[in-house]
């Protein structure tokens, strides 16, 4: 067969692949043939680099029947795509995203009647398109179209995300037919990598990565494994000795955690990886329909955790006292109105505890603001050191609320204990204690009340007995 003619007679850019064909279901070296016109321009002048020997704009002559990887990065969702169409003799029509570039594909492979000795063929063509002209339902199944709508439904409609996205994890990991499925942040300024959801099959053996320790220097490898793919395919023994010869610390890991098949897309906002989604021992069988609905479905999961990890941030200023880190009178107000309402179930009694500087305004007066601000932090220090079990909350000036779970009055009264054990230091920090108990079905604002005025008949005892401090330290 004359594989130049048939590629030339494709308007479209395309190439004809070989693949060899290994005996129980693999495959071997995978090569393009030949290559129309359209399709050779871009490979013989690669816009970005295919290896650190081939850099982007340089001129890499195209030679017939090379290995792919002499011009293309090497990417197992191609190698799998190739094998299906060449070796299996089933048309694929899916489309692919090069990040770097911001171009999206639609690939169309489609085996070809061919067979010398156990090399088999397909045509490959591309054709570069965009986001809207692709839209939800190109290249895919209805039943994949409808399970990203489904997805994409949920998240739109969240009101409490977590929970959310607990359930599309779920929902996705019953599509994959897999045993784990996972979504992982990472924080590149911290160097540190959270599993944001996760859903395991029962029975499930597999060790899970918040068992392996440092994991962020192993989740930052897979970044450059997955280059510029859209992600990263692991099916068969085959793939799993491609990772053992460039990622040989991720590969250990894998055989530890029992995992035979990995299936991982990046999450990027906008040029930013911000963290991963995988489903480990997938359904194999439905590698390609996998595939296309964890590659829509990341597109939406990205810009929902994008937003969520914004308002949470939003969240995180509006409700902090920028000066200690502690809670402020917002975070307070909207806690207390929450228990107040019974939108917050008590599942066991409060303390409350008031706090309030003695001699923060002499300070103010005579050393400056400055060091005014830096007594409140040290007083703040002091109050989570104090009762570290407590949520506490900076009211304005110099006061502070502290509340924390105590199972009765007693324990409340060994909190307190320890705070006035601490609460004059003729050299630093000195102030006033009041507390209250609140048991469950107590009104909130009376407690306040009460923890309020003991406070304040705390501090007027303590000018009493050193009137001096009204005015220095």
């Known amino acids: 067969m004359d594989f130049q003619k048939l590629a030339d007679s494709f308007l479209s850019p395309t190439c004809i692949i070989s693949v060899e064909k290994i005996s129980g279901g693999g495959y071997g070296e995978i090569r393009i043939v030949a290559g129309n016109e359209a399709y050779l321009a871009p490979i013989e002048h690669p816009a970005f680099a295919v290896s650190p020997d081939i850099p982007a704009n340089t001129h890499n002559k195209f030679i017939p029947n090379s290995l792919y990887e002499k011009y293309l990065p090497k ?47 397909c045509t490959y063509t591309t054709k570069l398109s965009s986001p809207s002209d692709i839209g939800i339902s190109s290249g895919m199944s209805g039943g994949t179209s409808e399970d990203v709508l489904k997805t994409c439904i949920k998240l739109h409609g969240a009101k409490d995300f977590k929970k959310t996205i607990d359930e599309v994890i779920t929902d996705i990991r019953m599509l994959c037919r897999a045993e784990v499925c996972t979504i992982m942040l990472i924080d590149n300024a911290e160097a540190t990598c959270s599993v944001l959801a996760t859903n395991v ?16 220097d192993i989740a930052f490898s897979w970044l450059s494994m997955i280059g510029e793919s859209d992600c990263l395919i692991i099916k068969n023994d085959n793939d799993m000795n491609f990772v053992k010869e460039v990622n040989r610390r991720w590969y250990d890991t894998l055989v530890e955690a029992n995992v035979k098949s990995v299936v991982m897309f990046p999450l990027r906002y906008t040029d930013e990886v911000i963290g991963f989604i995988w489903a480990t021992n997938f359904d194999t069988n439905n590698t390609m329909r996998i595939k296309e609905m964890l590659e829509l479905t990341t597109f939406f999961i990205s810009s929902q955790i994008t937003s969520y990890k914004m308002m949470e941030r939003l969240e995180h200023i509006s409700y902090t006292d920028l000066l200690t880190g502690v809670k402020n009178r917002n975070a307070m107000n909207s806690r207390l109105n929450s228990i107040a309402e019974g939108k917050e179930y008590l599942s066991s009694p409060l303390g409350m505890i008031f706090t309030d500087m003695n001699g923060l305004k002499y300070v103010n007066d005579t050393h400056g603001h400055a060091a005014g601000d830096l007594m409140l932090k040290k007083f703040a220090i002091l109050l989570q050191e104090t009762v570290p079990d407590g949520d506490i909350y900076r009211t304005g000036g110099d006061e502070f609320l502290i509340l ?70």
């Open 75 to 121: 990417d197992l969702g191609f190698e799998d795509l190739c094998y299906r169409s060449a070796v299996m003799k089933t048309p694929v029509h899916t489309y692919v995203h090069l990040n770097k570039l911001d171009m999206w594909f639609d690939i169309f492979a489609m085996p070809i009647n061919c067979e010398i000795g156990n090399i088999c063929y």
């Open 404 to 473: 924390v779970k105590c199972a009765d009055s007693e324990e409340l009264a060994s909190k307190v204990a320890a705070l006035a054990e601490r609460s004059y230091d003729p050299e630093g920090i000195c102030f006033a204690v009041g507390s209250s108990f609140i048991a469950q079905g107590s009104d909130i604002h009376d407690a306040m009340h009460t923890a309020d005025e003991a406070m304040y008949r705390n501090k007027a005892r303590f000018y009493a007995e050193h009137p001096e401090r009204k005015t220095r330290l």
């Open 201 to 216: 099959a029962e029975n499930s053996r597999l060790k899970r990565v918040t068992q392996f320790s440092d994991f962020y």
